[in-house]
Every structure is written in structure tokens, then in C-alpha cells.
């Protein structure tokens, strides 16, 4: 069925394109310049960044700039939505990679986390206004631009900390004149508040000693009210948007009280309503070209499949289960839970147990990838002790790893041709696929085997032992899907009910890696639904597992932090 290939491939394509070419029109709306950036700090150090130019930034005109900084473990795309509105709004915006972040060099939190090189570069461009710079950052983005302000005190207006603070552990300690015109925007369900300010509901942040004594108050600061003197650059606010800490990334709230905050203390620039909100177009068409994205790769393995090298894979997949009985719901419970229940204490184990080093740079990578390991050897092990022989798969090794290796290059030049076309990478929100540097593919190689052994375990066990004789396609792909995704939607749940009702995660010691596991769901929703499409032409969990080890370890490589930089 060629057709259906085909089908898939073009759909997918399409959406890739469709969506890329809307995500580009969002961001270069009435005629700014989307620019992709390397340039070298002070101490040698390549920083990349996006420079979004608006068409009235020229030398006889300098414009307002800001400079716009993202959080841990995210990439200079997640502040788009900040991005694209302060250009709207006639500020030109540098966007950076933090150092150790997506393509810029060096180690996360070194060199200032790269902030003093950004506020360098961007009041240096002879189209912006050196004396009218604003400072956006957020989570570790305001350490960042913290970082800017305490090296080059006089050379910014005001700074806007989103989900971020003042002092420990990572910047420097803030008084009633500095930094200087500050906001800032702590959400109302912000994970990090008890790190950032003290309190342990966000809702009381108001109430924070630390907050009190920078922003020179009697008491407990009033939202929306201004402290201080705007004019002698000590001026203070507080706003408290109704969204979570990565949900300031996509909240109008959110966003909009940056804008309206520089609206009070930038010259210049193009008035605007701070509902005046178009970003959410751009998420939209990024999630579309994820999600042709994946629909690409199940097209492109169908096709493959009719070429005759590959043609000897192709088996219709043969479920072993004969029905639903107390052995397939105890197995299927066990794939759903155990990984979610060791989810805290295998990444504990990681941190403590596999620092960064030369050979595995990355400090999330390693806790995941002892997570995955550890999980490979627990589904081994329950299975021998409970004496579960799953059926003897026919697995052709060579032709398997040739199509995934296939599948996956595929995938990747769709994204390579997104970000050449159109200058975006694949996400929605924290979920992110981007294109990875030299570097990161060198660490792709050598996380490469743990993440697919992982896989290679993992779905050989749900397709040998959760697969039933007469479901239709749907309860197979449910099935698939539920077993590796449901697990991490239970986690979210049992973490975030609590926060939504009292204010508080059920353990708001895990916060980082509680919003680590938001990005767990989709992935491995897809890693059910690409493996159950494979098993289903190949009666072989191999070909799937191959192709998601080389897709999550790409996904995880490129989208996290480098911490190890020789």
C-alpha cells in the first residue's frame, strides 16, 4: 500500500512546510528582520542568538533594544513570544543562548551566563539606541541579565525578572536602587518561589522579606503598584499573572506585563496595547510542524519499506496476549508505574552518581540516561522473575538499523529545511526539537547506546507482552501510547492538583525535574505511537525501538544544558 506512504510522507511534509511558513509570517509581521547570530564575548566564547530587527531601527533612527534571555534548560526560541512582541513594538531584541544553552559555547552559569556579552553586542549595533536598554529574563535568564546589570551598571534603563529574582544562589544581591527600574513577575503558581524569594506559595510572594526590603516597602508589596522613582531608576513593581513558572512562556499575562513595563520606562518604540498579543500564531504554527514532523517519519518508514532491501522486514505484527486478564492489566500497571515511581530517585541518582564529564557533557542527560538504564534493567528483571517468556521475535538487525538510521536523517533534514526556510526549530512550549551542533552531536554518540539499549528493552517487553489477538488498530495504538505516556500524565497530575489547589507541587523539592517530566508525556506518547507503527509492519519491536533511541537522544542532546565544557 505505497499510497499510504505517500500519503503520510506529503501530509507530513505539508504540515512542516504549512506550519513553518505561518510561524515565519508571526514572526516577521509588519516587516521585522529575523536574524540567526554567532558572535564572541570577551573571554572568547561563541554566543548565538536571534536579533529580531523592526523596519524602523535604522543608524538615523536607533530604536530601543532589549535584551531577552531564556531559563535553564531552554534555548533562545523559548522567548518568542517576548521576543516577537517587544519587536512589535519597535524594540530591536536580541534573544541569546545562555552559555551552555543551544549553540552558544562554553558552560551553563559560566562567563556570566553570557548576559554581560550580550548587553555588549546588543548596544553596540549601530541601529539601537545604546542609552534606552531594557533587560528580560527568565528563571536563570534574570540571573542572566542580573549578571548584564552588576557588570555595566549604566548601561541599561530597566530589567524585568519573569519567575526569577534577586541575591543566592546565582546573582547579585538586590537593593532598593538596584537593579534598576525593576518588574517583577512572579506567577501565582510559580514552582520556584520558595528558591527564588522565600515563600512557599507564589501567591504570597507579596509578603517575602527579601522582596520587601528591594523594593524599600513598609510592608507587603501591592501588585500592579509602583515603588520608588522612576525617574532615578529606582522604581519597583509587582505583577502576579495566573500561569505557572514555564507557563510564563505562554501566558498574555505574563508577557504582558513586560510590555507593559517597558512601555513606562523605554523611549520610543510603537504603542501598543499589552493585550495586543499576536505570538500565540507563531506557537501554533511550530506545533504544527512538530506534529507534521512525526507524521514525516511514519511516512518515510511505510515508503522505505517498499524499497528491496527493506522488503524482507515486512511482517503484519502478531499480537501473544489472548485477552485482558488479570496477568496483562498486572503487566500493563507495572509499564505504566515503575518508571514514574523511580522517576525522583533514579535522577537523584544521576546527579550524585554521573556528574558531567568529557565523554557525557550534560547534567539533565546524565539523570536521565541513568533513569533509562536503571528501568531497562528493572523490566529484565521482573520479567525473569516472573518467569515471563515473551514469543522469539524474527529480528533482520542490519536492515533495521539501516531504516531507522534512514527514518531519522529524513526527519532531520525536514528540520535542517525548516530553519533554513523559515528560521524556526519544531516545539510547543518546553517541548522542543532542534538541529544540534558539532559538539552536541559528538555527545549524541555517546548517549546513543544507553537511550536505545533502553528502548530496545522497554518495547520489546510492551509489544511481546501487552499486544492482544483481535484489537483493532485503535486499542493497539491506545495501547502503545498508555503504557509509555500514561505513567508521566499520572506524575503531572499528582503534582500539579496540588499546586492549582494549595498553592504548593505535592513535593516542591522536586520542582525542576516536576516540570522536567511536562515534556516526558508528548515524547513518549510518540515513542508508542511510532514503535506500535512499526510492530505493526514488521511484527518486530526493533525497527521502532532504533528509530525513537536516535530521536530522543537527538531531542535530549540538542535541547538541554552543557555543564561540562573542556
Known sequence: ????????????????????????????????????????????????????????????????????????????????????????????????DQTGHGYSGGAATTHGFGGPDGLTYLRSLPFVDPGNIGLEGHSMGGWTVLAAALAYPNDYRAMVLEGSSTGKPFAATGTPRFPRNLAVVESRYDEFSQLMWGVDRARDVSTSPKLIQLFGAAGPATPGKVYGDLAAGAARVLYTPVTTHPGDHISTEAIGDALDWFGKTLR????????????????????????????????????????????????????????????????????VLIPVITFYAFMLMGMLGLPPNPFWPQSITNQIMVWAVL?????????????????????????????????VAIGYGSLLLADRLFKIDFRFWVVAL???????????????????GFFLVALRALHANLMVRGDSVVQQYMTGVGAM???????????????????RLLLPIEALNAIVSIQFLPLMAIVGLVSTFAWRRTNSYAPGALICGLFITWYMVAGTATQYHA
Open 1 to 96: 500500500m505505497r499510497w499510504r506512504g505517500w500519503l503520510l510522507f506529503l501530509l507530513g511534509l505539508g504540515a512542516v512546510l504549512a506550519g513553518g511558513l505561518l510561524a515565519s509570517l508571526i514572526q516577521t509581521a509588519g516587516g521585522i528582520r529575523v536574524q540567526d547570530l554567532r558572535f564572541k564575548g570577551a573571554d572568547g566564547i561563541t554566543i548565538s542568538a536571534l536579533l529580531y530587527v523592526p523596519p524602523g531601527a535604522t543608524p538615523r533612527t536607533p530604536a530601543p533594544g532589549v535584551l531577552a534571555v531564556h531559563g535553564y534548560i531552554n534555548s533562545r526560541e523559548t522567548q518568542d513570544g517576548f521576543a516577537i512582541e517587544f519587536a512589535r513594538r519597535g524594540y530591536v531584541v536580541l534573544a541569546i
Open 268 to 335: 520610543g518604540g510603537t504603542p501598543r496595547p499589552a493585550g495586543d498579543q499576536i505570538w500565540m500564531w507563531k506557537e501554533l504554527g511550530t506545533l504544527i510542524a512538530f506534529v507534521g514532523f512525526v507524521i514525516l517519519l511514519l511516512g518515510a518508514f511505510d515508503l522505505l519499506l517498499g524499497l528491496p532491501y527493506f522488503a524482507n522486514l515486512i511482517r503484519p505484527g502478531a499480537a501473544s496476549r489472548e485477552r485482558r486478564d488479570g496477568g496483562w492489566w498486572a503487566a500493563f500497571a507495572l509499564t
Open 375 to 407: 528501568n531497562g534493567a528493572i523490566t529484565l528483571a521482573v520479567s525473569r522473575v516472573l518467569r515471563v517468556r515473551p514469543p522469539r521475535f524474527d529480528t533482520r538487525w542490519a536492515p533495521s538499523i539501516a531504516i531507522a538510521l534512514a527514518v
Open 434 to 452: 532542534k538541529l544540534m551542533s558539532g559538539a552536541q552531536f559528538l555527545a549524541f554518540l555517546a548517549y546513543l547506546p544507553a537511550f536505545t
Open 485 to 503: 505516556a500514561l505513567g508521566f500524565a499520572l506524575l503531572i497530575a499528582v503534582e500539579y492538583v496540588p499546586l492549582f489547589v494549595n498553592g
